[in-house]
């Protein structure tokens, strides 16, 4: 007696507090239940820059141009361009019958306010606006832009993969000022934003767009048509990743974006699981210094940590023992790339303790704490923590090691204070291979003091080689000054990367289309 | 008896007062300028000296407690700052997977435990005995997240006769929802009915022994009618208490159960905020476990005056 | 009053000295331990692991916290008893010191928490005024789960030892207070003590020589569980993430670290598991033995 009553009282909270769709049959067959890397707590993706907003993002809203798989950006919202003989003016034409998910039009104007938002967060935005002259919607369909200066990789900096990308939002949403969060998802993206069902921290759902008109061509990463096979789409958050490696064995997931490698056997025993790369061009680990404070101001004391540093040890800790999935780098950018160098990198390839101290000692470090943000909730940031806790205290320097979780290390590494005044001294990090294939997007190596990426490095030589690269007019002139920036953020430690590493993903057999690329891209999946 | 109630209702009051002392001074007590904390990874100077004049953070202590009870009892529960929705609607998203899971396991832990208690108490001295008790000390010995991991993988991984992990909300039929509960419940009750056997147990050793029991033996009661209508009834009352004081134990355990069996409930959330310092959720939640503990021991408090006619204090 | 006149001749006899009936023959410790199994089993097992706390620095093989990334995840074996973790430290070695934080939090916690506990209880069981402010804040502090209570005050810190000790400390403190002031208001009202009263003896010197003693059997009684929660819940608290800082090895963050791979690598985490079970399963039997011996009507209160 006592029992029916409780249930049924549940039964009418449960009908009240939890408005969930009930999911028949036929839909369940249609839904595609992914588990990200990370939890998707905000998702403005020009405000915040993790990888896992991109590509929640990357759902939703629309680009001008789109890379394919040579990272070769391709008109995506865009009809066509037109650029002037002297390279100065560009002018744009939209696609006919582009719409956002509430039904109002794709305008210039919508566009132009996007751009705005988005070029003062983005290095290469930023470069763009720096000889900017004019941007303006010319009508409902055109826009232009004139520079005063040529760009020529300016469709690559509308089109790339990395953070943040040149999503298209509504006018109004665009005129959120840049440095504060929006609350509304509408874009013209291939999937609509299911707000009234986001669980943030537990899971998100988007579903197919039927006003979405894919443009012609193949489909390659972010170019083509995203045509989305799908019906739903649920991201489901999971903490833990043993519960998600056994999700996916007993089918009540579809597809995990980041097995940790040590599970990766088990899932591949299991006949249902397929387990491949995730991405040829991999990511780069990073130990990222902050050169405004000390110790690391120090030039000496960061050639020091770069002699010190193992890389071999990092990788086996992040990735595991399987050495196809990862390399030692020799420099700064992606290896197994037409333009990757290991010109002034050979410190780099191995490590040397000895030299290390001798050098320490030399720099006159004065047993500064080195204040260590490390995220525990990260599986690839922790070990490396560790690593590098276990390193600096063999070089002999003085650890300061807060152990805390990655949205609180987002917040903390913005801050420019000395690490004892609530700033740090070091956090690790990882930027996809993808993002590090040559300067255009590269934030990292960036060196230009303050406007620079979290530690603002200030190296000039740095910055002039990038400045070279951008004017380089034959592909031999490039290599030379790619050579040149990794030489000199070499020898300067803009950062110090800690290995070269390649993850997979893993999906039930019942899946078709999934594809490997710097993002999960879901457009072409079909679930049978 | 009347009286006896309203003065324990009343007497809740300044219980809460106090947690909501606490909760609120929690922002303040934290290392670091909360206005700064909640401006944010991108914020500039004037953003944060503008989230310090709404805050109100140059008024004085109490007047500012003051408002966030107001707004509190208002219903407003403020805002979150990694994800800038209202700590009420996530707390309400959330809230019936947790619900779901106390009662369960609130149901199941009852019913096992003290059946298993009078039994042992019956046979006191034998084996039966002596499994009972051992079963109920490796409970409490053994963490929570050990015995959901073995669960999930004999029953739901090996056997396949439960789902791995999830939450299916009661809407979707009876069944469903039940199935995503009983290996979460199972873990999260262990220390539960260990807790509840034992005092079971003891007290009913107690009663046992009182001549009533005798009596009713001699006038040829039936074993079955002695254990659980004469004598548990008096054994009720300790019984109870733990009952209640051990939801205490299964708020911090849901915690840890929901993170193994990823349940989207509120201690997943709390665990979040937590690790998160995202103070205004930890405050909401907070408060919402401690008013709902409040509430079930009052409740149980009450329950005594029909479980024993003798307390009326 | 008239002495009685005694007749000469009557032998008045010497008063016999008291004659104590005969006790059965207690053969002391050993006789103790054989009628409560509990105390001698949990003891024992308390000691063992006091032991391998203790000497944990000889009995290593391998630096606990020294990485190997090369040697990670092997199996246990020659070179590795109980097996190596992902980044290649030795579990074996990890687990022995992770005694000595558990064993350190346990009884730090036990310890704190009955000192201010019986401070607080013996206060506020005495002075009436203190008493309903006093009962208030702890069923205030009783209303927030211990589990919160110490992730929320773990939040405000850094995550250190020390803070997990002081966290669960005062998530504790209200249970003991409850049970001291408990005892004080019942023994209040005995004869003894308003005879005390009555012959002008100081407040602290009734509360010393007459409360004191007959609280802290229970009170032990009560330490062994705090011990036994305390322990738990820092295993709890490091596995969240908001416990001992990993550079420490605790049983909770070797069992956290080592979660992820379970299913392939369990002995990362069954280790620690077997050993903290065994030892929360020490003190709680060692507590229900010394609350049998000391008074089993408490079985229904504690």
Redesign the interface.
């Known amino acids: 007696m006592e029992r029916r009553h409780l249930l049924t009282g549940a039964a009418a909270l449960g009908a009240t507090a939890f408005a969930g769709p009930a999911i028949s049959q036929n839909v369940a067959a249609r839904t595609l239940r992914f588990v990200p890397q990370a939890n998707l707590a905000n998702f403005d993706p020009i405000w915040g820059t993790q990888y896992v907003v991109r590509n929640a993002a990357a759902l939703v809203w629309d680009m001008l141009y789109g890379v394919d798989e040579n990272l070769v950006p391709q008109p995506q919202m865009v009809e066509g361009e037109t650029v002037s003989s002297d390279g100065l003016t560009w002018d744009f034409r939209l696609r006919a019958g582009l719409v956002f998910h509430d039904g109002t039009p794709v305008l210039a104007r919508d566009v132009v306010a996007s751009i705005t938002r988005w070029a003062p967060r983005d290095p290469m935005g930023q470069m763009i606006r720096a000889i900017q002259q004019e941007l303006v919607a010319v009508d409902d369909r055109n826009f232009r832009w004139k520079l005063s200066r040529p760009y020529p990789k300016l469709k690559f900096a509308l089109g790339k993969t990395g953070t943040p990308c040149c999503f298209i939002m509504p006018e109004r949403i665009a005129g959120t000022a840049g440095n504060s969060m929006f609350t509304e998802y509408v874009g013209s993206g291939p999937m609509t934003f299911k707000r009234d069902e986001w669980v943030p921290g537990a899971r998100a759902v988007f579903e197919r767009a039927a006003r979405y008109t894919p443009r012609e061509g193949t489909a390659s990463w972010l170019a083509g048509p995203k045509r989305v096979l799908v019906d739903r789409l649920e991201w489901v958050v999971m903490p833990d990743p043993a519960t998600a490696a056994n999700a996916l064995q007993a089918g009540e997931v579809d597809w995990w974006e980041s097995p940790i490698s040590d599970l990766v056997p088990l899932l591949r025993r299991h006949r249902n699981i397929l387990v491949d790369i995730a991405d040829p061009l991999g990511n780069i680990g990073s130990f990222r210094m902050n050169h405004m404070h000390a110790p690391f101001n120090n030039l000496k004391v960061r050639q020091a940590v770069m002699m010190a540093l193992n890389q071999q040890d990092y990788m086996r800790a992040v990735v595991g023992s399987d050495t196809n999935l990862w390399s030692v780098l020799g420099g700064f950018f992606t290896p197994g790339t037409p333009n990757y160098t290991e010109a002034g990198g050979a410190v780099m390839k191995s490590a040397n303790m000895d030299a290390a101290r001798r050098l320490l000692a030399e720099s006159g470090y004065a047993n500064e704490p080195v204040t260590c943000l490390v995220g525990q909730d990260q599986p690839l940031l922790k070990p490396m923590g560790d690593v590098t806790a276990d390193m600096l205290r063999r070089l002999g320097m003085n650890v300061d090691f807060v152990a805390t979780d990655w949205g609180t290390v987002g917040q903390r590494r913005a801050m420019r204070n000395p690490p004892g005044q609530g700033g740090w001294s070091m956090f690790h990090t990882w930027h996809a291979g993808a993002d590090c294939v040559n300067p255009a997007g590269y934030n990292a190596i960036r060196a230009h003091g303050d406007g620079a990426w979290f530690g603002w490095p200030n190296v000039p030589s740095v910055e002039a080689g990038i400045t070279e690269w951008y004017d380089a007019p034959t592909p031999a002139t490039e290599r030379a000054a790619m050579d040149k920036i990794n030489t000199e953020a070499v020898s300067n430690v803009v950062y110090v990367p800690t290995g070269f590493f390649k993850s997979y993903q893993a999906w039930r057999r019942n899946i078709t289309g999934v594809v490997k690329g710097p993002l999960p891209f879901f457009w072409g999946v079909a679930k049978s | 008896m009347w009286a006896y109630i309203i003065r324990r209702v009343l007497?809740t009051i300044?219980?809460?007062?106090?947690?909501a002392l606490?909760v609120f001074s929690?922002l303040y007590?934290?290392?670091?300028d909360p206005a700064?904390?909640i401006a944010?990874?991108?914020?500039?100077p004037d953003?944060v000296e503008r989230i310090r004049a709404s805050l109100g953070l140059d008024r004085p202590y109490l007047v500012r407690f003051g408002e966030w009870v107001f707004r509190i009892l208002q219903g407003d529960l403020g805002t979150?700052i990694?994800?800038?929705?209202p700590v009420g609607h996530?707390i309400?998203?959330?809230?019936?997977?947790t619900?779901?899971l106390m009662?369960v396991t609130l149901?199941l832990a009852v019913s096992i435990a003290i059946p298993m208690g009078v039994v042992a108490a019956w046979k006191q001295g034998t084996w039966i005995d002596r499994a009972v008790m051992g079963f109920a000390?490796?409970s409490?010995?053994?963490?929570?997240?050990?015995v959901g991991?073995l669960l999930?993988?004999i029953f739901?991984?090996e056997l396949?006769w439960l789902?791995?992990?999830?939450y299916t909300?009661?809407?979707?039929g009876?069944f469903p929802w039940m199935e995503n509960l009983v290996l979460p419940a199972t873990a999260l009750g262990g220390v539960y009915i260990a807790l509840i056997a034992?005092?079971t147990r003891?007290?009913m050793?107690?009663v046992l022994q009182q001549d009533y029991i005798r009596t009713a033996r001699a006038k040829g009661a039936g074993q079955g009618s002695i254990l659980f209508v004469h004598a548990l009834k008096n054994a009720s009352v300790?019984i109870v208490t733990v009952i209640g004081i051990g939801i205490?134990?299964l708020?911090?355990?849901a915690?840890?159960t929901e993170?193994?069996?990823?349940i989207?409930g509120l201690g997943?959330?709390?665990?979040?905020a937590?690790?998160?310092?995202d103070y205004p959720v930890?405050q909401g939640?907070?408060l919402l476990?401690?008013f709902v503990?409040?509430l079930v021991?009052l409740g149980i408090d009450l329950l005594y005056t029909f479980l024993d006619p003798r307390i009326r204090y | 009053m008239n002495p009685v006149a005694i007749p000469p001749g009557l032998a008045i006899a010497e008063p016999m000295p008291d004659v104590l009936p005969p006790v059965s023959a207690r053969r002391g410790l050993i006789g103790f331990l054989r009628r409560y199994p509990t105390i001698a089993i949990g003891g024992g097992l308390l000691l063992a692991m006091l032991f391998v706390a203790v000497f944990a620095p000889f009995l290593w093989t391998k630096d606990p916290t020294s990485l190997a990334p090369a040697l990670r995840t092997r199996e246990p074996g020659a070179e590795f008893w109980f097996g190596s973790d992902m980044l290649g430290r030795d579990v074996y070695s990890r687990v022995l010191y992770g005694a000595r934080v558990s064993l350190l939090v346990g009884f730090s916690v036990a310890l704190f928490a009955s000192a201010i506990g019986l401070a607080i209880g013996l206060f506020s069981g005495f002075i009436r005024l203190a008493d309903s402010i006093v009962m208030r804040i702890m069923d205030g502090m009783m209303s927030i789960p211990p589990i919160l209570l110490a992730i929320a005050l773990m939040a405000l810190t850094r995550g250190s030892v020390q803070n997990v000790i002081l966290a669960i400390t005062i998530a504790e403190i209200p249970r003991v207070t409850r049970l001291v002031r408990g005892v004080v208001l019942s023994l209040r009202e005995q004869p003894y003590v308003d005879a005390a009263v009555a012959s002008g003896t100081g407040t602290f010197m009734i509360m010393w020589r007459h409360i004191l003693p007959n609280t802290l059997a229970p009170l032990t009684v009560q330490a062994t569980y705090i011990c036994a929660a305390a322990m738990i819940t820092e295993a709890i608290l490091s596995f969240i993430g908001a416990g001992t800082p990993p550079i420490i090895p605790s049983w909770g963050n070797i069992m956290a670290e080592g979660r992820a791979l379970w299913q392939v690598k369990p002995y990362i985490v069954f280790f620690p598991a077997v050993f903290l079970a065994v030892t929360v399963l020490a003190v709680n039997l060692l507590g229900d033995g010394l609350r049998d011996s000391i008074d089993p009507r408490l079985a229904k209160s504690l």
């Open positions: 007497a300044p219980v809460m007062a106090f947690v606490f929690l007590l934290a290392p670091g700064a904390v944010g990874d991108q914020a500039t953003d979150s990694f994800t800038n929705l996530m309400q998203q959330r809230i019936e997977p619900l779901s009662i149901i000390v490796l409490f010995s053994v963490p929570v997240f050990v991991y999930a993988y739901a991984l396949d789902p791995v992990q999830g909300p009661f809407s979707e009876f034992r005092i003891a007290t050793l107690e300790p205490a134990l708020i911090g355990g915690v840890v993170s193994v069996f990823a989207p997943r959330l709390t665990v979040d937590i690790l998160r310092r930890i939640v907070v476990f401690s503990y409040v021991n």
